[in-house]
């Protein structure tokens, strides 16, 4: 029984141990994981790998303590005089790559603190984006463009399948038969079709041309 209890003081001294290697602070020069960032009032928890995604920026810069003597709140996080509303999908494009904005939020605010924490690919996204809209509300509204076709029945699917690219049918209009070959009575058709035309910036149309007959 004496042995059983020497083993077991053993086992105790030897967690103990273990316990107290905890305590032995990090290497110098090692900081811890998580960082916290007091943005205009506004206190954003994240990690240094997230900040450090993209290395020239500012935020990267901030917590590697480069050069940067940033003042600290009384919790230890950085104070950084900016708007906290556009920091959020900053530091979510830092954490996943991609940029997601609520629908009233102005692109060109984000633009402005991608600018100012230097996080290059973001500023490239944006733009793209702004380009874009910039596009779509400039291009010109298309126009419609309507024909009428006059077929016989026989003529119809060959028609059809001979419309080039672009065309819709819009309706059919049956006629009757207006004229006879032999014992045959040809139905005649009208039909309708439309196009849309999209005017280029210098002022001409497109516009395919057209096989059937008109």
Sequence with gaps: GVRMRMESREEMQGAVGLRCTWDIPPPAGTQAKWVRLNVGGTVFLTTRQTLC????????????????????DETGAYLIDRDPTYFGPILNFLRHGKLVLDKDMAEEGILEEAE??????????????????????????????YR????????????????SDGWRFEQLVNIGS???????DQTEFLCVVSKELYSSPNGLSSEPSHKAKV
């Design 116 to 145: 100012f924490y230097n996080i290059g690919p973001l500023i490239r996204i944006i733009k793209d984006r702004m380009e874009e809209k910039d596009y779509t509300v400039t291009q010109v509204p298309p126009k419609h463009v």
């Design 178 to 184: 207006s004229y006879t070959y032999g014992n045959e």
């Design 53 to 72: 995604r993209e290395q020239k920026s500012f935020l990267c810069r901030l917590c590697q303590g480069e050069e940067l003597q940033s003042d600290r």
């Design 148 to 163: 009428v076709l006059q077929c016989q029945e026989e003529e119809l699917t060959q028609m059809v399948s001979t419309m």
